[in-house]
């Protein structure tokens, strides 16, 4: 059973940096495509970002990109969301998933939820103004 544990909830203010990390442990699959993906309160779930595992490709949601950064390390199957000029809209539960390297659905499409077939509990994110 593939199990993904994030870690790096914090209160920060606006302007900060954080960073947040997924372990992935389990399963059947040598490496994972990973994505971060966030839910505010009373809003749906988005997209965040996405990092392939093989070449480290990687994707971001149009209201994070040039702030957020996520990056992998294969030794530790362990992949990281770096967010800088953290503003409060940032402010959410952020879930990282993954998808086995080689699925046809995340390559087709890597900022789908449908995409990934795994989930972590999510780890919260305040940021105050």
């Known amino acids: 059973q593939v199990r993904l544990v994030e870690s790096g909830a914090a209160l920060a203010q606006a302007g900060d940096s954080l960073r947040l990390s997924c372990a992935v442990s389990?399963?059947?699959?040598?490496?994972?495509?990973m994505g971060w993906f966030r839910q505010a309160p009373g809003k749906g779930r988005e997209f965040v970002a996405a990092?392939?595992?093989?070449?480290?490709?990687?994707y971001y949601g149009d209201t994070v990109k040039g702030r957020f950064s996520i990056s992998r390390d294969g030794a530790r199957n362990t992949v990281y969301l770096q967010m800088n000029r953290l503003k409060p809209e940032d402010m959410a539960l952020y879930y990282c998933?993954?998808?086995?390297?080689?699925?046809?659905?995340?390559?087709?499409?890597?900022?789908?939820?449908?995409?990934?077939?795994?989930w972590g509990q999510g780890t919260r994110v305040i940021v105050s103004s």
């Open positions: 389990g399963g059947t699959e040598n490496t994972y495509a």
């Open positions: 990092v392939s595992w093989n070449i480290g490709r990687t």
């Open positions: 998933a993954a998808a086995p390297a080689s699925s046809a659905r995340w390559l087709a499409n890597p900022s789908s939820q449908n995409s990934y077939d795994y």
